[in-house]
């Protein structure tokens, strides 16, 4: 029934059906990431979360999701994974939230960390596992680790000197790179990393989004124990 509704009625009913579906709280670093820039545009969506690794788990994520995997975003009758294709769908669906910089080379750059933090730093995501629950406290690291680490912290220094002004986040205002390390910025605090001091004050500003907040509350609520991320 619904496709026999007007063409006008129906696109603003699809338009607004937002769904995010998304795995554990405590543990899935790339559900963050687009859940934090959605809550950043103001929209109004539901939360499918679905436990990860337990009977049953990739049937109802293979129910949402094409790729089998979470986060997977359906607005209307639209599905989109990935967690930055689904960011960079909602800096377009929402262009209001302003989720890239509006200049241009600031935003070349915050799209090639944010593609960076996507594609790499594949010893930080198996040595430093995003775990909200566990106790702080820090872990010996590797020569690779090392590099990672020191890696993130350039971006977020160059970042932060180039283009932060005006605001506290990378890019001086919220965007797009910031919801990319966020789950970075959780790890570094689970695992009790050194920064400076520089680093240390944009850890505080993402840990104090009311967004961030919610989340981690989440996180530390779940009963949900993944023997091989704890």
């Known amino acids: 029934m619904t496709l026999a509704l007007p063409h006008r009625l129906f696109t603003l009913q699809i338009m607004n ?10 543990y899935s670093s790339w559900s963050l990431r687009p859940w934090l820039a959605l809550k950043h545009t103001g929209a109004a969506f539901r939360e499918e979360r679905i436990p990860l690794y337990v009977p049953g788990a990739r049937e109802r994520i293979n129910a949402f999701s094409p790729s089998g995997k979470v986060p997977c975003l359906i607005d209307g009758n639209l599905r989109v994974w990935d967690s930055l294709a689904i960011c960079e769908y909602l800096a377009e669906r929402f262009p209001q939230a302003q989720l890239w910089p509006h200049d241009l080379r600031a935003r070349a750059v915050a799209r090639s960390v944010s593609a960076e933090m996507h594609a790499g730093f594949a010893t ?32 977020w220094r160059d970042c932060r000197t180039q283009y932060g002004h005006g605001g506290d986040f990378l890019f001086g205002r919220f965007t797009i790179a910031d919801a990319m390390f966020a789950p970075v910025v959780l790890r570094f605090q689970t695992y009790d990393v050194h920064v400076d001091s520089q680093a240390r004050r944009y850890m505080e500003t993402i840990l104090a989004l009311p967004a961030m907040q919610e989340w981690m509350k989440d996180g530390r609520q779940e009963s949900e124990s993944i023997p091989h991320m704890d």
């Open 124 to 155: 930080l995501r198996s040595e430093m596992g995003m775990n909200i629950r566990r106790p702080v406290g820090g872990k010996p690291l590797t020569a690779a680790l090392q590099v990672d680490i020191e890696r993130i912290l350039a971006i």
């Open 17 to 26: 059906e937002l769904l995010l579906v998304i795995g554990n709280k405590n």
